[in-house]
């Protein structure tokens, strides 16, 4: 039995099964290269699921990581430390906004933002029936409160009841938000693009009138922006591009690059009305290893000005994505913003067959939204290597 052989079997014997996962044993990564136990080299456009941003084995980011292990790994959140100040700084300068609560996972933020939006609303008036309105199609995180606001039956219908007070609306259908609007309606949460729901980025007209609606009726905006924040957009945040600012944004993935990490952040009104010292808390949530790894992510963004590198480098993957679309009539769309793209295939030619077959000519993929392949690639990622990725992904659509 080969090592890879011998290491999935007995993950599965151990690990519960709610992932159906491809039989690929990785083992170490470079750059925008993952290598698995045989040795076998992959080209990476899935970065962990939009996380790893800054590619594998950036020396400055584990030496960062290394130097907080050798001080102190984990303390309380009754206790300060350093790493958790120059890291919430961070965030709220690149956000604009006010005041950042630590999370352990993208999950646990959306649980945190929609605690924050209750509780403004409750702080107001006094009432506990206040509504969020949701958007279908979205995909906001597996946890009870995240899965109440993800607009998608096949993840929720094994876990109902799941919590009250959340109504749906259509993504880019703004009458359909303004339809669901009442006195009882304390937040509109969305994702600035859905991603696990296909790759659809707002429109302008939409985004801007659902800001304009909140601030019409004192709602809370909540952007999800943890898979397509910290610059995948080729923007810090997606909302950027729009001159959107929310009430809550949501972070995680490639907030720590690898390390979980997640938060919410708040903008001064929604953080002077409401969490308050008992309301909201984690043991692990911004430990002062999270912390390191956010700062040390951040000072590296800017180093090495991923942020235009996306801007000037995402043309160029739309185009050569374009071309391969023009190729095949059963590519039905090509669309995206800068480093998070999506295919949509036909009906009749599922995705799933195209992922796997590339990962077995060396390139990771990702699906989307039923039946869109996925490109999320580390950000340092270049022309030169979208360039290699275009043929196996060709290669794969053949097959």
Not at 2 to 18: C, D, G, P, Y
Request: proline share 4%.
């Amino acid at each position: 039995m080969s090592e890879s052989q011998n290491i999935m079997e007995r993950t599965e014997k151990a690990v519960l099964h709610t992932y159906n996962r491809f039989p690929v044993v990785f083992d170490r990564g470079q750059g925008v290269h993952l290598y698995d136990v045989d040795g076998k080299k992959y080209l990476d456009f899935g970065a962990g699921i939009a996380v790893f941003a800054l590619g594998y084995g950036n020396q400055e980011y584990n030496d960062a990581l290394k130097d907080q292990i050798d001080k102190i790994v984990h303390t309380s959140n009754l206790y300060y430390h350093k790493p958790l100040m120059e890291a919430a700084e961070k965030v709220i300068a690149h956000t604009g906004l006010s005041k950042v609560f630590f999370t352990n996972s993208g999950a646990e933020a959306i649980e945190g933002a929609i605690k924050a939006a209750r509780k403004y609303a409750y702080m107001k008036d006094g009432k506990n029936d206040h509504e969020i309105i949701a958007m279908n199609h979205s995909f906001h995180g597996r946890t009870v409160g995240a899965l109440s606001v993800t607009g998608n039956s096949h993840y929720q219908d094994p876990f109902k009841p799941l919590m009250g007070g959340v109504k749906f609306a259509d993504f880019n259908d703004l009458e359909s938000v303004r339809a669901l609007v009442d006195d009882r309606t304390c937040a509109i949460i969305l994702e600035t693009v859905q991603g696990e729901g296909g790759i659809h980025p707002a429109t302008p007209e939409f985004l801007h009138g659902v800001r304009k609606i909140c601030d019409e009726n004192d709602i809370l905006l909540i952007l999800d922006e943890i898979q397509c924040g910290m610059g995948r957009t080729g923007n810090w945040f997606a909302c950027d591009a729009y001159g959107v600012k929310p009430d809550i944004m949501t972070l995680a993935k490639a907030l720590g690059c690898g390390v979980p990490v997640g938060a919410f952040v708040l903008n001064e009104k929604a953080a002077a009305h409401s969490l308050e010292p008992g309301d909201h808390g984690t043991t692990y949530g911004g430990n002062p290893f999270a912390c390191a790894a956010v700062s040390k992510v951040f000072d590296l963004f800017e180093k090495l000005d991923l942020v235009q590198h996306v801007r000037d480098t995402a043309p160029y993957l739309e185009k050569k994505l374009d071309e391969v679309a023009a190729k095949y009539d059963f590519i039905t769309d090509r669309r995206g913003m800068g480093f998070l793209q999506g295919l949509e295939l036909s009906a009749d030619h599922p995705v799933g067959p195209v992922v796997a077959k590339a990962l077995e000519h060396g390139l990771v993929i990702l699906s989307a939204g039923g039946n869109v392949i996925r490109f999320a690639p580390p950000l340092v990622v270049t022309e030169k290597d979208i360039a290699k990725m275009i043929p196996i992904l060709e290669e794969s659509l053949d097959a």
